[in-house]
């Protein structure tokens, strides 16, 4: 998985996210991260960069576009339970030539605006804080 692809899949958890915090289908975030398997921290971090503005609508006045969007929201986060378990494979290059088969590592929460999945395993730098190759130098900050 590509940074890119990384980022986009963690923005992607985030909108679905915020969708179902801000319709009050989840009334916390702790209760929306607890149910999909989120890291805490994370949920906290997207929901409060929100105006945390609460707009709940009553199951009986939900229009069906609306209740398709809270479907697919609810999927999107479901999903993600899934590339926990599914991880890429890190593909560093071996010593005898083959490529390491260990699934990416899953970020630490402070580590998630580089997106959720790094694209290395724990034994070749996918836990590091710094982002590897290219972009060394302005990791400093
Ligand atoms: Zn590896």
Same mark, same amino acid.
């Given at each position: 998985?590509t940074p ?27 209760? =929306? &991260? ?7 921290? $994370? #949920? ?6 929100? /105006? %945390? ?40 290059? =071996? &010593? ?7 699934? $990416? #590592? ?6 998630? /605006? %580089?997106?959720?999945?790094?694209d290395r395993?724990?034994?070749?730098g996918?836990?590091s804080?710094r982002i590897r190759k290219k972009k060394v130098e302005?990791d400093?900050?």
């Open positions: 998985m890119e692809e990384s980022k986009e899949l963690t923005a992607r958890l985030e909108k679905a996210a915020l969708l179902l915090l801000s319709l009050d289908i989840y009334r916390k975030p702790d209760d =929306l &991260a607890r149910r999909f398997g989120l890291p805490i921290p $994370v #949920v906290r971090f997207w929901w409060r960069n929100t /105006d %945390q503005e609460k707009k709940a609508i009553a199951d009986r006045d939900l229009t069906l576009k609306q209740a398709k969007t809270i479907r697919k929201a609810t999927q999107t986060l479901e999903g993600w339970e899934k590339v926990k378990r599914y991880r890429p494979e890190c593909g560093a290059k =071996l &010593a005898n030539g083959r490529r390491c088969k260990l699934s $990416v #590592v899953i970020r630490q929460p402070e580590g998630w /605006d %580089q997106g959720c999945l790094a395993c724990r034994m070749h996918g836990s804080r302005d400093e900050t």
